[in-house]
């Protein structure tokens, strides 16, 4: 029973990261398309908004990698599932327990690989090449979280995947 109560707060606080990350990501999503608006409208009067071009290439880092947890638990990540659809359901949770397994590896050996960009960026202090000279630690922090977040949701995601494998094992045997 505590560890139910546990798992459903777990859940919960997960849930409400991935939302304020999504929340996050609108934030810049809105003020991306307000500088680009502002300079389309600007170049009609002869004028522009500096760096515009450069801001909206670092507001879509965050814009990209924030939603990602959420958008798996919502269950809207690209599945190529027309071949599993043929299987027979214990058939289908293995491949899917497989699937979640790999996929968990592979966003590990991804987020590990971000990491290091942005230790190697922060440590060395790097800034863009441009006029702008915006630090590059900034927009890869951002890949950073999204998918740390990313990874533990795919741990619950691959756990619940193994339960239901467990529970249809024992249905079976019974």
């Not at 939603?67 to 690209?78: D, F, N, S």
């Not at 299987?87 to 497989?98: H, Q, T």
């Not at 863009?128 to 900034?138: D, G, K, Q, V």
């Not at 691959?158 to 467990?166: D, G, V």
């Amino acid at each position: 029973m505590v560890m139910k109560k546990l798992t459903a707060l777990g859940d919960k606080i997960l849930a409400i990261g991935e939302n304020v990350l999504v929340y996050f990501s609108l934030v810049c999503l809105g003020v991306m398309a307000s500088m680009v608006n502002a300079d389309l409208v600007g170049r009609q009067f002869g004028f522009s908004v500096p760096y515009t071009i450069e801001i909206s290439g670092y507001l879509l880092v965050p814009i990209t990698y924030l939603p990602v947890a959420l958008c798996l638990r919502q269950g809207l990540h690209v599945k190529v599932d027309f071949i599993t659809r043929l299987l027979p359901s214990g058939a289908r949770l293995i491949v899917l327990v497989a699937t979640d397994l790999l996929t968990s590896l592979v966003s590990i050996v991804v987020l590990l690989g971000c990491w290091n960009l942005f230790l190697t960026s922060y440590s060395r202090g790097l800034v863009s090449n441009t006029m702008l000279r915006a630090p590059l630690s900034l927009p890869q922090s951002t890949i950073v979280i999204g998918l740390l977040v990313f990874v533990v949701e795919m741990f619950v995601t691959t756990w619940r995947s193994i339960i239901a494998l467990q529970r249809k094992d024992s249905k079976e045997q019974k």
